[in-house]
């Protein structure tokens, strides 16, 4: 079936430090790709998205391209910041089974900066 | 503007209760889901709703119940059967559809703790 794998944390970076979170997926057709983020004691909140293969989601400095060849989504920003500390989780669209439109969630990534 | 509201934000239950947690949204989204996480954990489904007066069982339902009599509303009882209830419960919506380009808008979740 389909499923999303991200790397385990927790992930501690210095701040302005550079940031690659994997994620890679298995997945029959073509789904969309998601990054959510979730700051504690709150619920997740869509950071960027990505629907076909070599499209690039973007926002708040954060980045990620949707690789159909290597299966795999990771998430990148180039300098990150004390508020950037969050769990990131990885999820991509299930279109199997006819299940349209819920989505598997990878088991989350914890990122810890330091000031 | 519109959005997903959960209630309470904290919940105490003691041994043998059910507890209701409400989850309502003004998004005018067709799908409703219930989710639980574990400190550290990922999310994991507990029901799932396509459309008013249907839903479908997730990967942990046991213990829990909902229902779905109006499409901005989407209730789930933790009921005395579940026992092991302490988790923090988010509530998402999306639209249901073939292509799911939006993903889930989640709401800021309900505490959920065993006294």
């Known amino acids: 079936g389909n499923s999303v794998t991200q790397m385990e944390g927790p992930v501690t970076l210095s701040e302005e430090a550079f940031l690659t979170i994997n994620c890679t997926y298995t997945a029959t057709g073509y789904p969309s790709l998601f990054w959510y983020v979730q700051y504690p004691g709150e619920g997740l909140q869509l950071l960027l998205k990505?629907?076909?293969?070599?499209d690039k989601g973007s926002n708040k400095g954060f980045e990620a391209t949707y690789r159909k060849e290597t299966t795999s989504f990771h998430l990148e920003k180039g300098s990150v910041q004390v508020s950037d500390s969050a769990v990131y989780f990885c999820?991509?669209?299930?279109?199997?089974?006819?299940?349209?439109?819920?989505?598997?969630f990878g088991q989350g990534t914890t990122l810890q900066v330091k000031p | 503007d519109g959005g997903i509201t959960q209630s309470p934000k904290y919940l105490f239950r003691k041994e043998g209760q059910n507890v209701t947690l409400s989850c309502e949204q003004n998004l005018n989204h067709d799908a409703m889901y219930w989710y639980r996480q574990d400190p550290g954990q990922g999310l994991r489904l507990i029901y799932y709703s396509q459309i008013v007066n249907d839903f479908q069982k997730g990967d942990i339902a046991e213990g829990y119940s909902v229902s779905r009599e109006k499409k901005e509303s989407f209730p789930l009882t933790v009921t005395s059967a579940q026992k092991n209830p302490t988790a923090f419960y988010l509530c998402?919506?999306?639209?249901?559809?073939?292509?799911?380009?939006?993903?889930?808008?989640f709401g800021s979740g309900t505490r959920l703790t065993v006294v």
């Open positions: 998402a919506s999306s639209i249901w559809g073939s292509d799911n380009y939006y993903g889930y808008t």
């Open positions: 990505a629907t076909k293969a070599d």
């Open positions: 999820a991509l669209s299930d279109h199997g089974s006819g299940n349209t439109g819920k989505l598997i």
